[in-house]
């Protein structure tokens, strides 16, 4: 591994697959949630409530882990010999997701220790090589159906399944979806015990939770914690809801359960944000209602189809809702419409905020994807909508996400001058047919509160709070009126984003 990408890796905090072997399971236990009542007749007197028991993590493990199990893929993958896995040893935990990648490399030796395999050299042809993963699984039928992580089983030859009382079988894959991170097996067996599933609704941040797996390779280990958080959309694409929790994962908790403090299976244990490679405080599990969802379609259908809007949408922070003139800086802020989607059909515009989805509260940016995914290709949404300073109602009814829809190259935004702090120019019309734009302003220079803001030379300004952009003029005019922000939409090479702009 090159000096200068190991010291990047170290520099941008790596999202990394938490591999996992096999697991144990956990057994239900009502937590005492409700303090001893202080007496009512001596209202001067202030006491103290009496602190709330912990929950008996003993007892739920003896209770519901033999629906843990533990999971061993076997398979094969051609590398070269000069290649980091090639040169790190044949063992790749769990179908490790970084593979070839200075992170991957990291991770591997991480958990395997360094050492170069017998005979590897550099050069030659590409070669098979053999891989062996492990992960957890949890029981949800008694007749054999299993849950657990895309990853754990991806390219797998042969998946073995261990229960807890040690019997072993063939498992058999019978689908799995990347972009959740979901997979589901079958065995050959009955009477097994099942888990039981809980609702993520239900869960409370700083509620306990107990996780069970194999980190490193310790079977059955317990661990336990606390919700941090509920509805985190993670930079990885996906669209899941993460709940994010403090409970110690590590590589060997992959796929494992994440119960509640009842014993009912809350999350499916995913991934980790590590600085190091290991466990660092932050970890993530898929809703058990997503999960839900892609096992009834793998086990109906064998395949799986999401549901598609067809926007790209960010965070709205105070100067966004400064900007637009909203009470307070929450909805999904849309950033692109792709052309032809279901979005572009339904009258969706860049600077919409999207506010509400059937009438839920779309909070975070990361509520709407989390809100799409669980609806079916087809479906009809309302959407609650902001629009230039008034609310609207648009209806859209969505596509599957994986028909090919024409997308459109956006291109450049530009804002206005004096208070700004750019210098701009309408664009030529061989610009805009090369960018596909009808109208924009190009930036030939930022400086002030703009070059602050992130905007560059060679942006394009496409919009101001939300309103196309005609004229330098028209840009001057929307600065004069606003006091304390403006809402760029920038177009950079191929992406359009929003820059809010504080004018102090």
């Known amino acids: 591994m090159k000096s200068t990408a190991l010291s990047n890796t170290r520099l941008i905090a790596a999202l990394l697959a938490a591999g996992a072997i096999g697991g144990a399971g956990v057994g239900a236990f ?195 914690g606390v919700v941090s958080a509920k509805g985190r959309s993670l930079p990885d694409d996906s669209a899941v809801p993460f709940i994010q929790t403090d409970v110690a994962i590590n590589p060997g908790n992959s796929g494992g359960p994440l119960f509640n403090a009842r014993g009912e299976v809350v999350g499916i244990n995913s991934q980790i944000y590590s600085r190091s490679g290991g466990y660092q405080g932050v970890s993530f599990a898929i809703p058990i209602d997503v999960a839900t969802k892609i096992k009834n379609q793998i086990v109906a259908t064998g395949k799986v189809e999401h549901a598609r809007l067809g926007v790209s949408v960010q965070e709205v922070n105070q100067a966004f809702a400064d900007s637009f003139k909203l009470d307070k800086p929450e909805g999904a802020l849309v950033s692109m419409v792709e052309k032809g989607s279901p979005a572009d059909k339904a009258g969706l515009q860049p600077g919409d905020v999207i506010r509400q989805v059937n009438g839920q509260p779309i909070v975070s940016s990361g509520d709407l994807p989390a809100v799409i995914g669980l609806a079916a290709p087809g479906d009809s949404i309302k959407l609650d ?95 004069a009126k606003s006091q304390k922000s403006v809402a760029l939409l920038i177009l950079r090479g191929d992406t359009r984003i929003f820059v809010p702009v504080n004018l102090g």
């Open 30 to 224: 009502n937590m005492a949630h409700t303090p001893a009542i202080a007496a009512l007749s001596a209202p001067a007197v202030s006491t103290a409530a009496t602190p709330m028991a912990l929950p008996d993590f003993s007892q739920i493990t003896e209770r519901y882990g033999p629906s843990v199990v533990n999971i061993s893929v076997t398979g094969s993958t051609k590398v070269s010999n000069d290649s980091p896995l090639a040169q790190g040893g044949g063992d790749d935990e769990e179908g490790d997701p970084l593979l070839g990648s200075p992170l991957g490399e990291l991770f591997r030796r991480f958990q395997q220790g360094q050492g170069q395999r017998p005979g590897a050299g550099r050069g030659g042809a590409p070669e098979e090589m053999p891989t062996r993963g492990q992960g957890s699984g949890f029981i949800v039928s008694g007749d054999g159906i299993i849950l657990t992580n895309a990853h754990v089983v991806r390219g797998a030859k042969e998946v073995t399944v261990k229960l807890t009382d040690r019997r072993e079988f063939r498992a058999k894959v019978l689908g799995a979806d990347a972009r959740t991170d979901i997979a589901v097996l079958k065995i050959a067996a009955s009477n097994l015990p099942v888990a039981t599933l809980g609702k993520t609704s239900d869960l409370k941040v700083g509620e306990w939770v107990l996780a069970i797996g194999s980190p490193f390779g310790f079977e059955n280990t317990v661990t336990a």
């Open 385 to 479: 909508v902001w629009r230039q300073g008034a609310a609207k109602e648009i209806t859209a009814r969505l596509a599957n996400a994986d028909d090919k829809a024409a997308q459109v190259a956006s291109k450049k935004e530009a804002p206005g001058q004096g208070k700004l702090g750019l210098a701009l120019r309408p664009l030529q019309p061989d610009e805009q047919q090369e960018a596909g734009i009808d109208s924009g302003l190009l930036v030939q220079q930022a400086s002030g509160p703009a070059a602050l803001a992130g905007v560059q030379a060679g942006d394009v300004l496409l919009s101001i709070n939300g309103v196309p952009v005609k004229s330098i003029d028209q840009v001057r005019a929307t600065v």
